[in-house]
């Protein structure tokens, strides 16, 4: 029963490298979210998705882009990171329809540092 | 656009005491939900407790209760005999409706339990 998993847990980058961060998820969730969380800052919502092929930009989009292309997966790439996008990143998924219970599914997070 | 204000960056409560954390938000919607998470040093987002605003009565779960007060528009948690286990950082959060289902967050209070 894996729920969300992010892909790594863990990741040190070079200012103008870019990466790609993975969220999987088995419960067949149309909605899926990307997330970062800064110091004093709580979660700010970076990308979303209300399923598969479809992507929108949330509250903090630059310097990030997303591709849902399988219903189970959400890729958040980073093309020339930035110092400024060190963060702990939060993947989320949720069901179509009405709230039953638990809105949205978390993954572990992703520790990013750019150096 | 709706927001969500926690103005208490850190607390602290007793063990076996009572501690109340703060949650106003602000929305122009009559229907949506109020969450609270929890998130210990394992960085997981755990969810603590919800409220439906059609409801009237107050959530409880277990020695966490919420006092909901629509027209004033405050959520706030209230946690009895407080336990070691209860210290973490905890983030109030509104869910907005209109086919995205998306959480906006608090900056988040730090709740520390001091034996």
């Known amino acids: 029963n894996a729920g969300v998993t992010q892909t790594p847990k863990f990741r040190v980058l070079k200012t103008g490298q870019s990466m790609t961060l993975l969220c999987a998820q088995d419960?067949?969730?149309?909605?899926m979210y990307w997330y970062r969380q800064d110091p004093g800052m709580g979660l700010r919502l970076i990308h979303y998705?209300?399923?598969?092929?479809?992507?929108a930009k949330g509250e903090v989009p630059d310097g990030y882009n997303v591709s849902r292309l399988k219903k189970q997966n959400f890729l958040l790439g980073l093309e020339s990171a930035a110092p400024s996008q060190t963060s702990v990143y939060f993947c989320a998924s949720s069901p179509l329809g009405r709230v039953d219970g638990q809105p949205q599914h978390f993954g572990d997070g992703t520790r990013l540092s750019i150096l | 656009a709706q927001t969500v204000t926690q103005s208490q960056p850190e607390m602290s409560v007793q063990e076996a005491e009572t501690v109340t954390l703060s949650c106003t938000y602000d929305?122009?919607?009559?229907?949506?939900?109020l969450f609270w998470y929890k998130q210990p040093p394992s960085r997981q987002m755990i969810l603590v407790i919800r409220?439906?605003?059609?409801?009237?009565q107050n959530a409880t779960e277990n020695r966490f209760s919420v006092n909901f007060q629509k027209a004033a528009k405050s959520f706030s948690l209230k946690i009895s005999d407080s336990q070691l286990g209860d210290a973490a950082m905890y983030f109030c959060a509104f869910l907005t409706q209109g086919g995205s289902e998306k959480l906006v967050f608090g900056k988040g209070t730090k709740l520390t339990v001091n034996p």
């Open positions: 419960m067949n969730h149309e909605y």
């Open positions: 929305t122009s919607e009559s229907d949506y939900y």
């Open positions: 409220q439906e605003a059609y409801k009237q």
């Open positions: 998705s209300v399923g598969e092929g479809t992507t």
